[in-house]
């Protein structure tokens, strides 16, 4: 960050409101029993709500959140101004997606006990998927007020505030900086027991850790598998800690790259900083950043020699024990992002990403405006990521194109879609225009964009999975970048692709991009068609080589600590 003047934390204005709302001191604030600590049975005549919470909670565990409904609504008719089983009722309804529902059970907890800061956080993290970013950055906001060293809270603040189009990012850098200098200084005494290691050198082969909770199908796999794949097993050894208990095939994928496989996810923060040690990691490689299920109190710690930040966080950790992060040139610019990060960027040279899809999607067929007679533009990313900004941007293109239509996917909550849809409504956009889908976690690859003419990427979130799979199935993808990392994923992939004015710096030019290519639709249709070569032939789908490029960084991360070192 630059010397000249001091950026404010959001997270410092946010706490300052919670403060003034609360008026009161900690001491008071309500204590929630631990879902574990449940271990009542079921009476035979007249359970308490205690006895059916638990019983819920046993439920849950052994047979899904469905089964466990019905008791924690008993529980909730039994003692109507208990905050638990509704809190309860809460998280079942998020974990079987219906964020809405979730959402008013969590609403009506924390209106009975407004101190308790696991209420606060799960009803944030509730309105972060729906798409209600200004009340999840309050909830999570009070969440961290209340209980400082919630770091499950602190994280999900600042991911809150990278989907927001009102914090700048002058203040996010501030206020991930106020988060990392103050957890790495709360563990600065767990330093690994490597310190005391003596083989050290640049000659041997070395052991790098990566440590994630997505080995499996998620947006993270289609990035890291063609390295996992694609390296070359003479230069280093690779340790994957597993901080999950969700298997599935792409799993056991994950497992047969490495060379050595570990199941972290119930171990502490200590007991895996000692694994790391015992396994003699050289370089640790965090995967989360502030995603959920991150480990990044083990990477405060400074669980390794040299560590590092890639893929799955658009952004810097804050953490000053974060050695260095990955990236490229276009998604983060020396001036401003070298200032704005606590780590050092390495950066490779094209894209910072390589593309694997899983399955086989087809190939593209005929465009779809030529059978429709209309052109269908497609939003294939939450509801979180849309922002006031992106759908001013939306309203003026379908005004501007009033044959167009918008299709939303991934719609996890109803209420959300349809206020969106009633304000473009409000901008005499008919509502037939308009297709809502629910989201859907198994779909047929390539099966959603399927009539689809034309890719909106989101702001100041931009896409980088649906982004790639848009561009693999011929769906061309209009994006709209800004200063940070996180508004520069689609300047960068559409860049590497030789497709750079599909890239818009203002609204203005985003719209125009939008209806000029709408417009003209034998341009539309030729880049329909060599979309997947222009792939194909990038270093987006290029394994070997960036698999290359990938070790040759970490070479450079290990050649600079001994440098320092000396």
Request: proline share 5%; net charge negative; with cysteine.
């Amino acid at each position: 960050m630059s010397k000249g003047r001091k950026s404010v934390s959001v997270f410092g204005r946010v706490s300052g409101a919670i403060r003034s709302a609360l008026k009161t001191d900690e001491s008071d604030q309500a204590t929630l029993p631990t879902e574990s600590s449940a271990k009542t049975s079921l009476s035979e005549t007249s359970p308490s709500a205690t006895e059916l919470v638990s019983e819920g909670l046993q439920q849950r565990q052994r047979n899904g959140a469905r089964a466990a409904l019905p008791l924690f609504e008993r529980a909730a008719q039994i003692e109507p101004h208990s905050h638990l089983p509704l809190l309860m009722l809460g998280n079942a309804n998020s974990e079987l997606g219906h964020f809405d529902q979730a959402a008013a059970y969590y609403e009506r907890a924390r209106d009975l006990e407004p101190k308790n800061d696991v209420v606060r956080y799960n009803l944030g993290l509730c309105h972060l998927s729906r798409g209600y970013i200004d009340s999840a950055i309050a909830e999570l906001a009070g969440a961290c007020y209340l209980n400082p060293t919630y770091e499950a809270a602190h994280s999900a603040f600042i991911m809150a505030l990278h989907y927001s189009d009102h914090a700048t990012p002058e203040e996010i850098v501030a206020t991930v900086r106020e988060w990392g200098t103050r957890l790495a200084a709360q563990h600065a005494s767990k330093a690994g027991a490597w310190t005391s290691r003596k083989d050290i050198s640049l000659s041997r082969k070395l052991r790098v850790g990566f440590v994630s909770a997505d080995f499996r199908t998620h947006s993270v796999a289609h990035f890291l598998e063609p390295i996992a794949s694609a390296r070359c097993r003479g230069t280093f050894e690779y340790v994957f800690y597993s901080n999950s208990d969700r298997r599935d095939e792409v799993t056991e994928r994950f497992c047969a790259y490495a060379d050595v496989w570990r199941d972290v996810v119930q171990l502490s923060d200590n007991a895996l900083i000692e694994l790391i040690c015992a396994d003699g990691i050289d370089i640790l490689v965090d995967l989360s950043g502030h995603t959920t299920s991150n480990r990044l109190a083990v990477f405060a710690a400074r669980a390794a020699p040299v560590q590092v930040a890639y893929l799955g966080f658009p952004d810097s950790t804050g953490l000053p024990t974060m050695d260095f992060r990955i990236s490229d040139a276009i998604t983060d610019p020396p001036i401003p992002a070298d200032s704005w990060h606590t780590e050092t960027l390495l950066r490779l040279p094209d894209s910072q990403w390589c593309f694997r899809p899983f399955g086989a999607p087809v190939p593209p067929g005929p465009l779809p405006a030529l059978d429709s007679g209309f052109v269908t533009f497609g939003s294939f990313n939450n509801l979180t990521k849309i922002s006031d900004t992106i759908l001013r941007c939306w309203t003026q293109i379908l005004l501007k194109l009033p044959t167009a239509r918008l299709r939303l996917t991934r719609v996890q909550s109803r209420t959300r879609a349809s206020e969106i849809v009633e304000a473009l409504e409000e901008s005499g956009i008919g509502s037939d225009r308009i297709d809502s889908v629910p989201y859907r976690g198994e779909v047929p690859h390539g099966a959603q964009f399927v009539g689809v003419d034309i890719a909106l990427d989101p702001y100041p979130y931009n896409g980088v999975t649906t982004s790639c799979e848009c561009l693999f199935v011929g769906v061309p993808v209009i994006s709209l970048y800004g200063r940070n990392s996180v508004s520069r994923s689609g300047l960068s992939i559409l860049s590497t692709l030789g497709l750079r004015d599909l890239a818009a710096s203002t609204e203005e030019q985003y719209v125009d991009i939008a209806v000029a290519l709408a417009s003209d639709l034998v341009r539309l249709e030729e880049l329909r068609r060599g979309l997947r070569g222009r792939i194909e032939r990038s270093s987006l789908r290029n394994e070997e080589l960036f698999a290359k490029q990938f070790d040759e960084l970490l070479q450079l991360a290990w050649s600079q600590y001994l440098a320092r070192r000396g």
